[in-house]
C-alpha cells in the first residue's frame, strides 16, 4: 500500500516563499506520475503541478505557471513544490497524488489513485 505524507505547509506573508514535500513509501516511487492538488473551503480540488516519472517533464496550470515548480528525488522518494511569491489565493489544504497507471501527466483527480493527507497553507495578506 503507498503512502504519502506532506509537510512544510505553515502560514506565509504574501509575496513569500513555501517549499512542501511528499515522502513516498510502500511502492515504486519512480514509477509513479506524481501531482500536487490544493483545495479551499467550498471549493473543488484544484490541480497545481505535475512531473512524470522521470522528472524530465512537468505541468503547470496557468493560474500558478511561474510561481511554483514541482521537482522529485527518485533516491528520496519526494515529490517537491516550492512556491513563490504567494498570493492570499493561494490558501488551500494541499495534497500530493501519485498516478500509477500513467505515463502522462493528468490534471483530473481522478487519475491519481493514492492521496496524501494535506498539508495547510495559509497566505496572509
Known amino acids: 500500500q503507498v503512502q504519502l505524507v506532506e509537510s512544510g505547509g505553515g502560514l506565509v506573508q504574501a509575496g513569500g516563499s513555501l517549499r512542501l514535500s511528499c515522502a513516498a513509501s510502500?511502492?515504486?516511487?519512480?514509477?509513479?506520475?506524481m501531482g500536487w492538488f490544493r483545495q479551499a473551503p467550498g471549493k473543488e480540488r484544484e490541480f497545481v503541478a505535475g512531473?512524470?516519472?522521470?522528472?524530465?517533464?512537468?505541468y503547470y496550470p496557468d493560474s500558478v505557471k511561474g510561481r511554483v515548480t514541482i521537482s522529485r528525488d527518485n533516491g528520496k522518494n519526494t515529490v517537491y513544490l516550492q512556491m513563490n511569491s504567494v498570493k492570499p489565493e493561494d490558501t488551500a489544504v494541499y495534497y500530493c497524488?501519485?498516478?500509477?497507471?500513467?505515463?502522462?501527466?493528468?490534471?483530473?483527480?481522478?487519475?491519481?489513485?493514492?492521496w496524501g493527507q494535506g498539508t495547510q497553507v495559509t497566505v496572509s495578506s
Open positions: 497524488a501519485a498516478d500509477p497507471s500513467s505515463r502522462y501527466i493528468g490534471t483530473s483527480p481522478n487519475r491519481y489513485d493514492y
Open positions: 512531473i512524470n516519472r522521470s522528472g524530465g517533464s512537468r
Open positions: 510502500g511502492g515504486l516511487f519512480y514509477n509513479y506520475v
